[in-house]
Nanobody
Framework: QVQFVESGGGLVQSGSSLRLSCVVS????????VGWFRQAPGKGREGVSC????????YYAESVKGRFTISRDNAKNTVYLQMNSLRPEDTAVYYC??????????????????WGQGTQVTVST
């Protein structure tokens, strides 16, 4: 069973930065494509960024392009999301999950049966 544990969220002011971490267990990270998703109250989990497994290919939602950077360290079984220039509209619970394709990040409400607890990101004005 593949498991994902998110961390790194917090309460910050607009313009601040956070680095989220996603530790993967159950399978070697090198076999997995992984995505970051976020959910605000009353909304589905929207894709933020995804990174492929066998190629250096990534996907970013237009709302975060140029501000967020996804990366992976297979030796540490960890995927990161560097979040810069945070805005109040970035406030959400952030989750990571396995994806069959990086283009699953385009889903407005990604269907997955193994969601973790997520990590809360709150950006104040």
């Amino acid at each position: 069973q593949v498991q994902f544990v998110e961390s790194g969220g917090g309460l910050v002011q607009s313009g601040s930065s956070l680095r989220l971490s996603c530790v993967v267990s159950g399978l070697g990270l090198e076999y997995l494509a992984v995505g970051w998703f976020r959910q605000a109250p009353g909304k589905g989990r929207e894709g933020v960024s995804c990174i492929g497994s066998t190629h250096d290919i990534v996907y970013y939602a237009e709302s975060v392009k140029g501000r967020f950077t996804i990366s992976r360290d297979n030796a540490k079984n960890t995927v990161y999301l560097q979040m810069n220039s945070l805005r109040p509209e970035d406030t959400a619970v952030y989750y990571c999950a396995e994806v069959s394709s990086i283009f699953k990040c385009r889903d407005k409400n990604y269907a997955y049966d193994g969601w973790g607890q997520g990590t809360q990101v709150t950006v104040s004005t």
